[in-house]
DNA sequence: CCATTTGTTTATCGAACGACAAACAAACTG
DNA sequence: CAGTTTGTTTGTCGTTCGATAAACAAATGG
């Protein structure tokens, strides 16, 4: 049950992923044709037929990268038993990553493209949309520790505490890209732990 | 004492303000010479007779951006009283800045060009570089603390404690970006110095 | 084998990019 | 005034941008 016509030459898997290698390195914009293809080693006709225009392809690249390098932090958040232990392994899995020595020292969530061309507008807001499924994401993950039992209401509210994380996560990318070591992050994290008790208790 | 030649039909210090809301708008590379020629009501040929080439405009640019939005949290740095005044008005001073209705919501030191094509790679360190100024210039605002008196040296050392706080005023411009408010910036800001205490006293 | 279907290569499109040279304009000095 | 100096406008340089059309290649079904 082969397919009819002729049978690609590549495979699509492998190019999206050289693909996000590039993106992840020099963002959005940063980014022409010509160096996909060159990367992917096809031609950017083949890109136009198998993956779209330049945003198309991004966005195929994007939902690859959330299910590769997102996935450890949003294990953390759904395994860790309660509220905190979620919280600390989450920014551990993200220093983590955003360290590797095989990737680019940020998460490219964060710094694909911030700002840009006019004409860029909508790739701009659908990676600042995925940013706030991630803050949402964390204020959920407080809420279950309030219903699990483990975490009491705080008196800052939710949403400032799910807030807070959630700045110092997307933080931790730029002082990555800026060269902070892991063992330097790990300090920043355990500060921003030591809040943890103050805020999650009655004041 | 007239300058010699034909004198100039524009001034320099409003052009280059023109210039800066241009840039900030739509980051480094976002930015094309027509853009800023249009902004700055001259043609592009006086752009580099005046200010030279795009990146050295850009120098020129986030000179005058330091000295005018970044001067707020460095004299709430500089003139609090106390370390942690110090710290707690810096924050308030840069969620003031990036939530103003007469400005992009963000740092344009943290988000004009994190990423990247290649061929700019100077401009991008030379923005890191300013931003591992802002972590010494925070840094050196905590030890003066120890010296006066006002702070004990923490256990975790200045180091991370200034780095933890450079994470989360950083970290604030893609929650402002983002659509966070004023008032939400606040949350994040009151949650941020709940940690002071803790790190600033004997574990 | 032939017609069809699909993928790849090659060439190219119009527009925009950063950068500048040459021509023109307006002030000065003597 | 003439001559010099400096600023601005106009035009254009070669390159690259994202995006396709047309030509060529390799598999299928009948």
Redesign the pocket.
């Known amino acids: 049950?082969?397919?009819?016509?002729?049978?690609?030459?590549?495979d699509p898997d492998v190019a999206l992923r050289q693909a996000l290698d590039v993106f992840w390195e020099r963002g959005y914009?940063g980014?022409?044709?010509?160096?996909l293809a060159e990367a992917m080693g096809?031609?950017?006709?083949?890109?136009?037929?198998?993956f779209g225009?330049?945003?198309e392809l991004f966005g195929k690249v994007m939902a690859l990268y959330g299910a590769t390098s997102g996935e450890p932090p949003r294990r953390a958040l759904r395994e860790q038993p309660t509220a905190r232990a979620a919280i600390h392994a989450m920014l551990r899995a993200t220093a983590d990553e955003i360290t590797r020595s095989d990737a680019p020292h940020y998460c490219m969530l964060v710094l694909a493209a911030p700002t840009g061309?006019i004409e860029n507008h909508e790739v701009r807001e659908f990676l600042a949309e995925r940013r706030r499924d991630q803050f949402a994401t964390i204020k959920d993950r407080l809420a279950r520790g309030v219903t699990d039992g483990d975490l009491a209401t705080p008196p800052a509210g939710l949403d400032a505490l799910a807030r807070y994380y959630t700045t110092v996560v997307q933080g931790l990318s730029i002082q990555a890209r800026d060269g902070a070591t892991r063992p330097e992050l790990e300090t920043v994290i355990t500060c921003a732990m030591a809040a943890w008790d103050t805020l999650t208790s009655a004041g």
Chains 1, 2 share one sequence.
């Open positions: 049950m082969a397919a009819r016509g002729r049978p690609r030459t590549f914009e980014t022409s044709l010509n160096d096809i031609a950017t006709a083949s890109i136009y037929a198998c225009s330049k945003p061309a």
